[in-house]
């Protein structure tokens, strides 16, 4: 090596290109050491990028093209640092130079495309080929008439307002979602319309709801707080596409300009249709044409009543009249059809068919009014679920919000807390929930949602008829104060106010309800507070719910509610102080999740009857020792703390011996070995362990943030003890590297 200064300097004389040649030759490990630095920081870029492009996407929207090119970009020079990366594994002397120039090459590239990552403006656009999203279609019996008549006047140039009438259950909804999606056929081949607007208004209807529910179909962020300059945006924005606005099942009368909907004419072409029980309000909106949906004829009634039952009922002998009775006695109505039809699908028994046509006329004759005929008809179909369980099951959907796409694990968890799924394992419990939310789909109690179900709104009025006596239902209504103690009956079950405005609670308010099992008051983003008095009469609450709310501290008044059985407090980051849970011995779930505590409420430990705690928190700060252990009957866990007080001892959550669900962090790896080699005698069905030193840094939205020493280790539906042996194995192998290590077992 000695001689490889004075042959530099020699050809230093050479010129330029030589001494370039020559600084690659020496500097290539340096440079090399550049580029995949840099090609970290490209790497993190590309990430954030990522993830604001996954926030930002919507229905409807698609991604820049220039954002779509600079992903190409980074795709393709990372695979160019790969070769390099590999070739620098076998770089000979003579080559050296020639790589050098490459890496120095490819680290300007890398900071050209870093430099053009730096996006100012939003990653995605409203997508010019997207008129709208197609729904899932019922099946539509006869209306072809009807249909042809609303797409006339959707094609004429003289008629803007469309109005389609009809009593609730006739099929109104179902005819405008074939329409939509016909619409959205009939724009892929010719530009009719550049965007088709679907939107549910529903009973509790107010201006500042619809604006947001039209602005989000239409993509629309960031909407002004005035109603006045809401509309504006509105107005603005729809007068620049040749649209339809299909508003659905509207109740009330409205002024389109406060709304900020312009009013359809010849000259934009775009058009308004609305859904509505009754005419009155469709004529007082300005609708130039009105559609009326009559009844069914008495062949479609039996068509679409056999869609549901199945073609096969007609083979049974001596059914055949006793069928047109019960037809008939649907009275014509599509949805009463569908569901009685669905309630009879697979009884074959001439017996069953008589006893349900007699059910039937009872029920028909015992209710009065126009919409009381419909809930005797459907509440036929409820009462021959026959279970109570399964009937409060169904009737809980109505404690939701009308319309509102009701997440199916979420209403599981309610059910559980209510006890109507019984007992049992928690995997059980939800093979249970799902078993019976299939039934009630199936029967055309509910409806499925995507991944969600939903409950028309003339199920849950029949919902709420039944039980309003015992329900106080009004939520998702705009509420900015509770109902004063008068309307808080005695007989009261079930309240449920969520998604709401209300602000607090006052002194004034302590309803006289004793019987008050279930109080819903989630998602009421500016409840600050809640007096003492409140809570003073409500000696048989089980549930209550109060996640997502502005709470700051619970009153002590909570301590006394000893029937307490769930106590939900996710998402209450203003919360700091829960008092003291010592008394509350029935309580079987209490959820902490996101709160802004700093240390477990007091009588923790007393809970003996347990099963689900979770203190995701970020906040918390101490969990005294031997708490866990004392929980005995915890089958759900969850425990991700950033303190670096709180220490998991493996061994003491070796201990119980019910848990199914767990997922927790620990700081050091004998905890969490000593943790692991108890797997195979525990019950888990799913669990997420964390090891992080005590000096990692962690963030509970993303579990795992930082790369110093930290592992995850999962393991889903483990059925075996072979599944449980080969986890055990896999985590005792673990040692402290910079690393992540990442191992899933399914």
Known sequence: MEFVGPICEALKCLGDPTCTYIEHHRKLEDRMNDLLAKQRQLKAMKRDVELRKNAELRLGRCIRQEVENWLLEVQTVNGKIQNVDEKMQNVSCFSRGRLGKQVSQTVEEVKEIIEQGRFTGALVIDDPSTAGVPFQLEHLEGETAVIADIWKHLMSDEIGMVGVCGMGGIGKTTIMKHIHDQLLEETKSKPLFEKIIWVTVSQDFNIANLQEDIADAMNIEDLPKSEQKRAAVLRNKLRQIRHVLILDDVWEGFVLEKVGIPEPISSNRSKLVLTSRLKEFCK???????????????????????????????????????????????????????????????????????????????????????????????????????????????????????????????????????????????????????????????????????????????????????????????????????????????????????????????????????????????????????????????????????SYTGIEQLPNSVSNLETLNALVLRGCNKLRYVPSLEKLEALRKLDLRGTGIEKVPKGLEMLANLTYLNLCTESLKELPIAILPRLSCLQCLVLYVKSTCIKMNGLELARLRKLEVFEGRFNELIDFNAYTKSIQCQQLTSYLLVMAPLEAKFNVKQRVKGINCIYRFKLLNVDSNKGRQKAMLLASGLQGTDAIKSIKIQ
């Open 284 to 546: 007082s909106i300005g609708c130039h044409e009105i559609v009326e949906v009559p009844l069914l004829s008495n062949e479609e009634s039996m068509n679409l009543f056999l869609v549901h039952t199945g073609h096969e009922v007609l083979k049974v002998p001596s059914l055949e009249k006793i069928l047109g009775d019960i037809v008939r006695e649907c009275d014509r109505l599509p949805l009463a059809i569908k569901v009685i039809a669905s309630s009879m699908k697979g009884i074959n028994d001439v017996v069953e068919w008589r006893n349900a046509l007699t059910e039937l006329r009872n029920h028909v004759t015992s209710v009065k009014d126009t919409d009381k005929k419909i809930y005797g008809r459907l509440k036929f179909s409820f009462d021959r679920l026959k279970d109570s369980n399964i009937q409060n099951c169904f009737l809980y959907c109505s404690l939701y919000p009308e319309d509102y796409r009701i997440p199916r694990v979420e209403l599981i968890e309610y059910w559980i807390d209510e006890g109507f799924l019984e007992m049992g394992s928690r995997q059980q419990l939800h093979d249970r929930g799902h078993t019976i939310l299939n039934r009630l789909i199936n029967n055309c109690l509910l409806e499925k949602a995507g991944d969600d179900v939903k409950m028309h709104d003339v199920m849950r009025d029949m919902a709420l008829y039944i039980k309003h006596l015992h329900f106080i239902v009004k939520a998702g209504t705009g509420l900015e104060e509770l109902p004063s103690k008068l309307e808080w009956k005695k007989d009261v079950e079930r309240a449920s106010f969520m998604m709401n405005k209300v602000s607090e609670i006052p002194l004034s308010l302590s309803p006289n309800c004793g019987n008050l099992s279930t109080l819903l008051l989630k998602k009421n983003m500016s409840l600050k507070r809640i007096s003492e008095s409140f809570f003073q009469h409500m000696h048989s609450l089980s549930i209550f719910d109060l």
